[in-house]
């Protein structure tokens, strides 16, 4: 039925030059997170990644919210709130209308339950291709590690993740996966793909991958893409993109498997005419994205293409935990990237893969230690300087940094013996006149002994401290001495 | 086609400010081109005819099986299978002046891939078609009846930004898109006007 990819041909020929933390399968354990923040702070690429998503981010929400879309916002964030708040009932709708339409809904708990009933589709129809649209819960719960355990070949077509793909690489921005990247490195993949060097010119790299995966798109056996907005009351799934590679992953295979999280239901067809618009320009900065693809189950009776089947999978994987909580709000957002393009922890660390986690930046911060499926993901919310860019761009109004400093407290709370142990130290010494003064001698005594570069001959505190230097505290106290001297003596100030 | 006040829905408290802008064909032509695509203002199916022929010249096409794109793709060489094809000629359920964008509905007569495999859309848009906004154009597309398994709204050609966030023309689906509006252009302040290319 299905052939093998055309456009992963060569693959091996391209070296994987990604830090290991970037990696395609996400490490059960990874480095502590300052020591991964300090060295992707350090790399070059990531001050060109920071230029560029600056640049982008000045060029799309400088001036702030462009007039017609203010209302529009204020009905986005409404309209999704609503949802939230009854859930269970517009999916109930959703599952029965594309049951209607002759499609077949799936309910999965858990990442592995929900990859388990995509290989078994997989594996009924002998499936040896998939192409696959853009998706973020795909790569939230696996999906590609999971199906080429199978023998089977799972081809990215997106251009931006087609690109991450040939280097092992996780995406490392929502919607530019391929953001930390230069011209120059895609040039290098492509070249060592090709074995040959070609056309750099970025039209013409970019019609390299049409020419690589247009084959692919033909022979797939199964097509595999995320949903943006699923319509409750006509069953109606929208994938949006510019590339047009969705319009070919649910209209050239015989099988379409659509895989959404449960939030992303919407009630009625009309919602999508406030919340595209809204998407595009959060997005990317364009009036609307170039496709907007709405599926309504699979093809019917005399249709020449289309799926013969479609498949939704809906996969909670810890989101009903955050429903009803004071969290909630985060699952409003509809992955538009304004919040990690406008934040400038997210820019400085040259994208989302020091984050570790499958989402990066501000959204990735506050979901990802929700979503609980890594302990280490409890130490995101720190990776934020509060400025509130993040809550200015959000298109459905999240408040993303009250929700940082509220998973902060809570972390505090139930954090680890060693830190808290460590704060109450703290807050005890500097809670009293005589505490606080000893502490400053002893941080003046210590500044004079060592010298200040010693942290870099410190074994663990060595990378962190490359390129670093302590501030000089050899005065520490100086200032309040000073105080109280003049305080003393009545002078005036 | 019924010839429904474009004017309705969301916008229709702008009534007045609508009235003092641009037509809607003059607004759907520059906005199609803002985006890279071309539109082609024709006064009726003859002249739409020789547009498309200009266009698709001695390349292949496959074309929606409909009485509009029939007639105005009579004489080029049509192939059946839309990977072998030079052009894909469709008709529009509307289109819209805001965004220029297109509302594409798929069934027996329209299948998918003729407005994205081969590497030039035409679609063939009569100008009653033209809405608002892009709002409008989805309200039109869920009152279709019934509800088709397929439905797109495209503005302009595929386009990735995936290198350096630098916008290039051309993906995935087609390079190149071009409209060709059919009928008179002040056919919407009379409504129903132009009855002869109402087609649907």
Redesign the interface.
């Known amino acids: 039925m299905s052939g093998r990819s055309i456009a992963l041909h060569g693959a091996e020929r391209v070296p994987h030059s990604r830090p290991e933390w970037a990696g395609s399968v996400r490490p059960g354990h990874r480095a502590l997170l300052p020591l991964v923040t300090a060295e992707a702070v350090s790399r070059p690429e990531s001050a060109a990644t920071a230029a560029?998503l600056t640049e982008?981010s000045r060029e799309w929400q400088d001036g702030g919210w462009p007039e017609n879309l203010v209302p529009l916002r204020e009905r986005a964030a409404r309209i999704r709130r609503e949802t939230l708040g009854d859930l269970e009932s517009h999916l109930a709708q959703l599952a029965a209308k594309v049951t209607e339409?002759g499609g077949t809904v799936h309910r999965a708990a858990t990442a592995a339950d929900a990859t388990a009933i995509v290989r078994r589709i997989a594996a009924e129809h002998s499936v040896r291709l998939v192409v696959k649209s853009k998706s973020m819960v795909t790569e939230e719960i696996g999906l590609n590690p999971a199906l080429e355990a199978d023998g089977i070949e799972v081809v990215e077509?997106?251009?931006?993740e087609y690109?991450v793909q040939l280097g092992d690489e996780r995406p490392s921005h929502i919607i530019?996966?391929?953001?930390h990247?230069?011209?120059r490195d895609?040039a290098e993949r492509f070249d060592a793909l090709a074995g040959e060097r070609l056309d750099h010119d970025?039209?013409a790299?970019?019609?390299f991958a049409?020419a690589r995966?247009?084959e692919d798109?033909?022979t797939a056996g199964l097509g595999v893409t995320g949903v943006n907005f699923a319509v409750a009351e006509?069953g109606?799934l929208a994938i949006v993109t510019?590339?047009?590679?969705a319009?070919?992953v649910?209209?050239?295979p015989p099988v379409h498997v659509a895989i959404m999280t449960p939030e992303k239901v919407v009630p009625r067809?009309?919602d999508?005419?406030?919340l595209?618009?809204l998407l595009s320009h959060a997005g990317?900065g364009q009036?609307?994205?170039?496709?907007?693809?709405?599926?309504?189950?699979?093809?019917?009776a005399?249709?020449?293409?289309?799926p013969r089947e479609l498949h939704l999978v809906i996969v909670d994987n810890g989101r009903h935990r955050i429903l009803g909580t004071r969290y909630e709000e985060v699952l409003a957002c509809i992955r538009c990237g304004a919040c990690q393009t406008a934040c400038p922890v997210f820019r400085t660390l040259g994208g989302g893969h020091a984050y570790g986690a499958a989402y990066g930046g501000p959204i990735g911060a506050v979901l990802s230690p929700l979503l609980a499926q890594h302990e280490q993901d409890r130490e995101l919310p720190y990776l934020s300087s509060l400025c509130g860019a993040c809550a200015d761009v959000c298109p459905v109004m999240i408040p993303l940094p009250d929700m940082l400093v509220d998973l902060r407290a809570d972390d505090a709370a139930s954090g680890r013996r060693m830190s808290r142990a460590g704060w109450r130290a703290w807050s005890a010494l500097w809670s009293n006149r005589a505490g606080h003064r000893v502490s400053l001698a002893v941080a003046a005594a210590a500044a004079r002994l060592l010298p200040r570069r010693f942290l870099t001959r410190l074994p663990v505190a060595r990378r962190w401290a490359r390129g670093r230097e302590l501030p000089d505290l050899r005065g520490a106290g100086r200032l309040r001495r000073a105080l109280r001297r003049r305080h003393r003596t009545g002078d005036p100030a | 086609m019924t010839g429904e006040d474009p004017s309705s829905g969301?916008h229709a408290e702008d009534a007045g400010a609508e009235a003092s802008r641009p037509s809607f064909p003059v607004r759907f032509a520059a906005?199609l081109e803002r985006?890279g695509g071309r539109c082609h203002h024709v006064p009726d199916r003859a002249a739409a005819r020789t547009v498309v022929a200009r266009l698709c010249g001695d390349g292949t096409v496959v074309a929606d099986a409909d009485p509009l794109v029939a007639e105005v793709t009579d004489g080029l060489r049509r192939v059946e299978n839309p990977?072998e094809a030079d052009t894909g000629v469709t008709t529009a359920l509307a289109a819209v002046a805001d965004?220029g964008?297109l509302a594409l509905v798929?069934?027996?007569e329209h299948?998918?891939?003729n407005s994205?495999?081969p590497p030039v859309h035409i679609a063939l848009v009569p100008v009653p078609a033209l809405v608002g906004?892009?709002?409008?154009?989805?309200?039109r597309?869920?009152a279709v009846r019934p509800?088709?398994?397929?439905?797109?709204?495209?503005?302009?050609?595929?386009?990735?930004?995936?290198?350096?966030?630098?916008q290039?023309?051309?993906?995935?689906?087609?390079l190149a898109l071009h409209v060709v509006l059919i009928g008179a252009a002040d056919s919407r302040a009379s409504g129903s006007g132009a009855p002869e290319v109402a087609s649907e």
Do not use: C, K
């Not at chain 1, 530019?176 to 953001?179: D, G, I, K, Q």
């Not at chain 2, 290039?168 to 087609?174: F, Q, T």
């Open positions: 560029r982008r339409h077509t997106d251009l931006g690109i530019a996966p391929a953001v990247l230069a011209h895609v970025v039209t790299l970019a019609g049409r995966l247009r798109f033909r006509t109606t510019n590339e047009g590679n319009d070919l649910t209209s050239q067809m009309a999508l005419g406030v595209i618009p990317t009036r609307m994205t170039v496709y907007q693809t709405l599926v309504t189950g699979p093809r019917r005399g249709e020449s293409d289309g | 969301a906005e985006v990977w965004t964008s798929h069934d027996r299948p998918r891939r994205v495999v906004s892009y709002a409008d154009a989805i309200v597309l869920a509800a088709p398994s397929g439905m797109r709204m495209v503005t302009g050609p595929s386009s990735s930004g995936d290198i350096e966030m630098v290039v023309r051309g993906m995935h689906g087609p």
